[in-house]
């Protein structure tokens, strides 16, 4: 069993399970046969890869790579691949949220052999974008994990995800034709499709060819950066979150805005001026951070507030990895920013899916999704048969992992972050940010605590106050999400010097390890804990309320979408001229 | 030869998007798709044409025909 | 040069269907203008190093590049595959909202919601 | 309000006119960029490109060896596509005569099946195209099957064959008298062809494997038939294709049975 095999087995896994589990639609007149064979198609989808990197792992930790073409062909034409501590790591992301969404799908979200087959795609697209070196096949694995989000973000039947999802397709599908463009300039040049022929094609081109290779790369970069929903480009995220199915969004905010950032990283290390991309990139991803927590202070909707928080934390992966790239993955600090950016990607994925699924929960049992008009839902969910209030402990743990308080991941991976960049501008972005999510979580939390709501609930249709759902798959998923974010708090020290060898095995120093549980640390995170509180007792008062309201309800339309992308693109042509 | 094809496809675009009726638009895609079709035989491209007259124009007319047939061929709302 | 600048233009055709229309399905009749532009770019270009095609029979002397060829196989299938999925959607939401206007669709969706 | 909305109007104007420069910006150099087309790629394949993956029709040498990994992605967007148009379509029909909706599945495609599909009275179903598209269904579907097995000598191959076919099938389909839909035409029988050829595309990549090529590799490179793969992998494809086309386009017209 060659390394290759094995390396593509973690894809191919999925894409069997995909086929078995459509073979369920094939007998759906008995529908127990249908039943278990879509379980051992997720079956071997989801835990089979496990095996794979399990026994991948002792080759990636001794700083081994595997590449080479797929299938032995002609390495001119072929598709080459590339496994190694990266690709390894985000695909542990991948499955790990893949496999918890998917049990908890077994008792709340959508079902049917169609639903896993597509899951089960997207988590095979997911894996194949960050091992694959070669650019169109980035294309497609694109695609493919885009094609299947938009199938999926409507099954959660509601109008608005249709119109969520239609727009999700119509800015990533326009950005993917101008990603083709950007691979016909770069043929053009070097005649390779792979990183490594199109690396070598541009260290021996001329002056005029430089501008057209930048021009290129920009294309590439903004149609991966849509993806990513950095500043300028957010605008489809938080319908197509908030409206998706909850094992979903949990996916989709967890792993799907994060593989394609990853897989930009190897692109930006094959061009010259890529550390000036990094650069542009870390100053977007901090206004991102911040920005997102005022619009997410002022959202009504608890799901949607969810999402944009989810683009406010990728703002924080975004400048930590953009400043890591800016200072160059060999040096201490790089890597220590790429190490933090990665295990704050992780930990997001975990506390946010947790917090997706637990939220999706209460809003399935008391059938209501508005912040102010829901109050003592744990009373509520307790009328629906949840004796032990797990949803609302779940939920507590991934406020907490967010709000980055000193046992859970979020404080620990945050403060990587704004450890390693000390003293510069993105550093007190970020601790506004962080302030601003206390706050608004603090905001969310209301909905479990008793008191009174200012809206009038809605009843749910049979006029009681709850509706029948099916727990013990939700509660296994949620546990297990919530004890992962405990673990990667007790245990991260290590974690991080271990994610920093893994990223780049070749470096022989000794990485910046955030001192914390020291004095000075903990000092700023009461600080910014207390600004929580304050700003949250603020937004109390008329006046800053008003004006959120104004931020709610500003007015957005599809066309701001692409006229973002496309000043988007030429703000980042002209960052690269200058 | 090339350039008087591509001047056609460009008018033909352009009627689409500014024609009233929805079905005269799917028409000239329709067209649109075979004189590409047509383009990629002069450009010694047999495999593509053979794709892009059968999935192109085929398939993706049937699609829009039964677009449709569901819903307004009027497009009246105008700019 | 000349075909390119026609490309060109067509390109900026179909981005002005996406973004100028409001009419949905005039938007998807831009991207796929969009998708067909990308193509034929590629094929145009492809083919300027041959005379002929890239059947190995014997006689063939100087192919064309045939590597764009099989690329853009590729690029056509997935373009009809978006305008179907986007064509399913655009017709639920006129089932659901009665218009084919993007804006006068979120608004209807909108206060739904 | 007159004026506001013609202001609106002379904005959302101005703000296209911007979006569109912007990206003529970053386009025209790319555009407008003329240095000489590759060779390198072109002279491999036109010298070894033959034996090595045995098709004559080098594209398809491409496509099917070479780069396999991408048609294999290509398949897969199709699948998904097939799947998620249905599960719209039927959601799309039960807005129109909303029968009970199914719970969070996705558009109930598993549970869809034409038979309880509300017939509908075909306007378009004249005798004339039910005595035409009856005669030549057969003949395009031989055709079909003609493109799709002869991929790697003439043009042609997996998909061009497969939407061939499917277009055979519809013309059955519309051919045949409206009771009964027998033959390659029902339903049921693409849905299964469908699955079945989709997981034998899968056991065909895992073949690669038996002679340690990997996962896409050649099982038969080092036989004397190496284009037997290329024949098998366009058979298996252009199955597919051709029944999720056939049966997404049946299903749009309204159910043949």
């Not at chain 1, 909850?246 to 890529?274: C, E, M, Y």
């Not at chain 4, 004559?56 to 991408?70: E, K």
């Not at chain 4, 039927?90 to 109930?108: A, C, F, P």
Request: proline letters at 4%; a positive charge.
């Amino acid at each position: 069993m060659r390394l290759e095999d094995l390396v593509y087995a973690t894809i191919m896994l999925p894409l069997f399970g995909a086929a078995i589990a459509l073979m369920g639609k094939l007998v759906h007149r008995n529908r127990a046969f249908a039943k278990t064979l879509e379980y051992i198609g997720a079956g071997i989808g989801l835990v089979l890869p496990w095996v794979g990197l399990t026994m991948l792992a002792p080759v990636v930790f001794s700083g081994g790579i595997v590449s080479g073409i797929v299938g032995n062909w002609y390495e001119g034409v072929g598709i080459a691949f590339r496994f190694d501590g990266l690709a390894w790591l985000i695909q542990i992301l991948g499955y790990t949220i893949g496999l918890v969404a998917y049990i908890y799908s077994l008792g709340g979200g959508p079902r049917g052999p169609a639903f896993t087959t597509i899951f089960l795609i997207q988590t095979a697209a997911l894996a194949a974008t960050i091992i694959t070196t070669d650019l169109f096949n980035l294309f497609v694995c694109l695609e493919v994990m885009g094609i299947t989000s938009y199938v999926l973000i409507p099954t959660s039947k509601k109008p608005g995800a249709s119109l969520a999802a239609f727009s999700y397709l119509m800015v990533s599908a326009s950005a993917m034709v101008f990603f083709l463009i950007g691979t016909y300039g770069l043929y053009r040049l070097t005649g390779a499709l792979s990183y490594e022929g199109i690396a070598e094609g541009l260290r021996t081109i001329g002056g005029r060819e430089r501008l057209v290779s930048n021009m290129a790369l920009t294309l590439l970069v903004s149609a991966v950066a849509i993806r990513v929903a950095v500043m300028p480009l957010y605008g489809w995220l938080p319908d197509a979150h908030a409206l998706a199915p909850h094992a979903v969004s949990a996916v989709l905010s967890g792993v799907l805005i994060k593989t394609p950032l990853f897989a930009l990283s190897r692109i930006l290390g094959l061009f010259s001026n890529g550390p000036d991309v990094g650069h542009l990139m870390s100053i977007a991803g901090g206004i991102t951070a911040l920005v997102a927590v005022v619009i997410a202070l002022s959202q009504q909707d608890a799901k949607r507030l969810l999402a944009y928080h989810s683009i406010s934390q990728i703002g924080y992966v975004v400048a930590a990895w953009g400043m890591a790239l800016q200072l160059g993955i060999d040096t201490a600090l790089g890597i220590s920013l790429m190490a933090a950016a990665y295990l704050h990607a992780l930990f997001h994925a975990i506390f946010k899916g947790l917090l997706f699924l637990s939220v999706g929960t209460t809003i399935d049992i008391t059938g209501e999704r508005n912040v102010y008009a829901l109050r003592n839902a744990v009373k509520i969910m307790r009328k629906a048969g949840e004796r032990i209030p797990v949803t609302f402990i779940t939920f507590l743990i991934g406020a907490l992992a967010i709000s980055a308080l000193p046992p859970l991941n979020g404080f620990v991976s945050k403060n990587a972050i704004t450890y390693a960049m000390k003293d510069s501008m993105l550093y007190h972005l970020l601790i506004a940010a962080g302030a601003g999510t206390v706050a608004s979580f603090i905001k969310l939390s209301r909905i479990y605590l008793p008191g009174v709501p200012k809206l009038p609930m809605q009843r749910t249709p049979e006029g009681r106050r709850f509706k029948r759902v099916r727990l013990p798959s939700r509660w296994i998923a949620q546990i297990t999400l919530a004890l992962l974010c405990i673990a990667g708090g007790l245990w991260t020290p290590r974690l991080v010097s271990l994610v920093g060898r893994l990223i780049q095995p070749s470096f022989q120093g000794t990485l910046i390890i955030p001192a914390l549980y020291s004095g000075e640390n903990l000092l700023k995170t009461l600080w910014t804990a207390l600004a929580g509180v304050l700003i949250y007792l603020v937004i109390q008062h008329p006046i800053p309320a008003n004006l959120l309201h104004a931020i709610r309800t500003r007015p957005r339309n599809f066309k701001g979408l692409f006229v973002s992308f496309s000043l988007g693109t030429a703000g980042l042509a002209i960052w690269l001229l200058i | 030869m090339i350039i008087l094809l591509l001047a056609l496809i460009i008018m033909l675009a352009i009627y689409t998007l500014t024609s009233k009726d929805l079905l005269h638009g799917v028409i000239a895609m329709s067209a649109v798709s075979l004189i590409c079709a047509l383009l990629f035989t002069i450009l010694q491209a047999p495999d593509v044409a053979i794709t892009e007259a059968a999935v192109g124009a085929g398939v993706s007319t049937v699609i829009f025909v039964w677009a449709l047939r569901h819903s307004k061929r009027r497009d009246d709302e105008g700019e | 040069m000349i075909e390119r600048a026609l490309l060109f233009t067509l390109f900026l055709i179909g981005f002005y269907g996406i973004v100028g229309k409001k009419h949905i399905i005039k938007k998807i009749f831009g991207l796929n203008i969009l998708n067909n532009a990308a193509v034929i770019l590629f094929i145009l270009e492809g083919s300027r190093i041959g005379t002929d095609a890239p059947i190995m029979d014997g006689q063939a002397s100087a192919i064309v590049d045939p590597v764009p060829q099989a690329l853009m196989l590729t690029a056509i299938v997935i373009g009809v595959c978006i305008t179907a999925l986007s064509l399913a959607l655009a017709v639920h939401l006129y089932r659901v909202s009665g218009s084919f206007d993007i804006d006068t669709i979120r608004m209807r969706i909108q206060d739904e919601a | 309000m007159k004026e506001n909305s013609k202001r609106s109007r002379y904005w959302s104007r101005f703000t296209t006119v911007i979006a569109i420069v912007a990206m003529a910006v970053v386009l025209l150099p790319i555009f407008l960029n003329d240095t000489s087309w590759p060779i390198e790629a072109r002279d491999y394949l036109a010298h070894s490109g033959t034996e090595e993956s045995g098709a004559i029709n080098l594209v398809s040498a491409i496509y099917l060896g070479y780069r396999v990994f991408d048609t294999f992605g290509e398949t897969i967007v199709l699948l998904v596509a097939v799947l998620g148009t249905m599960g719209m379509l039927s959601r799309v029909e039960s807005l129109v005569d909303t029968s009970l909706e199914e719970e969070h599945t996705i558009g109930s495609v598993s549970g869809f099946s034409l038979t309880n599909e509300k017939r509908r009275s075909h306007a378009l179903r004249t005798h004339l195209l039910e005595v035409v598209t009856g005669k030549i269904g057969p003949i395009v579907l031989l055709f079909g099957f003609y493109v799709m097995l002869y991929g790697h000598v003439s043009p042609g191959g997996g998909f061009q064959g497969g939407v061939i076919i499917a277009s055979g099938i519809v013309f059955l389909a519309l051919g045949n008298p409206q009771e009964g839909s027998s033959g390659i035409s029902n339903p049921e029988l693409l849905v299964r062809l469908e699955s079945a050829a989709f997981l034998t595309l899968i056991l065909v990549f895992f073949s690669g494997l038996l002679i340690g090529n990997g996962f896409f590799g050649n099982p038969l490179a080092h036989t004397q038939i190496p284009v037997g793969y290329i024949v098998i992998l366009n058979a298996v494809i252009g199955m597919k294709v051709g029944t999720s086309l056939g049966f997404m386009c049946i299903a749009m017209m309204g159910g043949g049975s």
